[in-house]
């Protein structure tokens, strides 16, 4: 069963336009979620990630997520992307003691 | 001063070869790990150690063989390469813990021809 689903595949926004990345995850217990991003030819770099405490989170580079409960969902927002936010998104969710991963979605920015 | 590093980051090799990935962590961390992540950028969990032993062994045909000769360090075997077996290959580490976060290396990126 697929723990994480990123709705989007593939999103185009303009330089200086908000971002929002959609997760949903299906996990009975109280989930432990994260938000990585992979640039061109690069390996994974965590952006933040919730397990307790308080529903918003902040992250690196300027992102933030917020965790609801009853929509079971850690969407991903930016209020304005620059350039070098273009990368493919990940959201992952620790479940069964393993790390797994939605499918991604590809940020395509434009001038 | 790369958190965890892996060697080599392409390889290109002929089918029928075999191969290895290697993978060191100076994060003084005790869990590592190898992911697969396909053509279509699917990340998937091959392999899990903690302090050597080995923890989680998904469903990898046993070609795929880790190992581990201390905490810092966990290696990739691959025997007899498929076409299938292309993909970018990532090691990772952290503490054991579910919410403690994985740090993850560049990748190795292996074509088999």
């Known amino acids: 069963a697929q723990s994480v689903t990123q709705p989007d595949i593939h999103i185009t926004v303009s330089e200086g336009a908000s971002l929002e990345l959609r997760c949903n995850y299906s996990?009975?217990?109280?989930?432990?979620l994260f938000w990585y991003v992979q640039s061109p030819g690069q390996g994974l770099q965590l952006l933040l990630k919730?397990?307790?405490?308080?529903?918003l989170v902040q992250g690196i580079k300027g992102f933030e997520a917020e965790f609801k409960r009853s929509q079971s969902s850690f969407n991903l927002r930016k209020p304005s992307v620059h350039w070098s936010d273009a990368a493919e998104y990940f959201c992952?969710?620790?479940?069964?003691?393993?790390?797994?991963f939605g499918a991604g979605t590809q940020v395509v920015v434009t001038p | 001063d790369t958190a965890v590093s892996q060697t080599p980051k392409y390889l290109v090799t002929q089918m029928g070869n075999d191969k290895s990935i290697k993978c060191e962590q100076n994060?003084?961390?005790?869990?590592m790990y190898w992911y697969k992540q396909d053509s279509k950028k699917f990340l998937k969990i091959m392999f899990s150690?903690?302090?050597?032993?080995?923890?989680i062994n998904e469903t990898v045909p046993n070609r795929f063989s880790p190992k581990s000769p201390d905490k810092a360090h966990l290696n990739l075997h691959i025997n007899s390469l498929e076409l299938g077996d292309s993909a970018v290959y990532f090691c990772?580490?952290?503490?054991?813990?579910?919410?403690?976060?994985?740090?993850f290396g560049e990748g190795s990126w292996l074509t088999v021809v």
């Open positions: 150690y903690n302090n050597k032993e080995l923890i």
């Open positions: 992952a969710v620790v479940a069964w003691g393993k790390l797994q």
């Open positions: 919730y397990f307790s405490g308080d529903t």
């Open positions: 990772a580490s952290s503490l054991q813990g579910a919410g403690n976060t994985i740090y």
């Open positions: 996990y009975g217990a109280t989930p432990y």
């Open positions: 994060l003084g961390h005790d869990t």
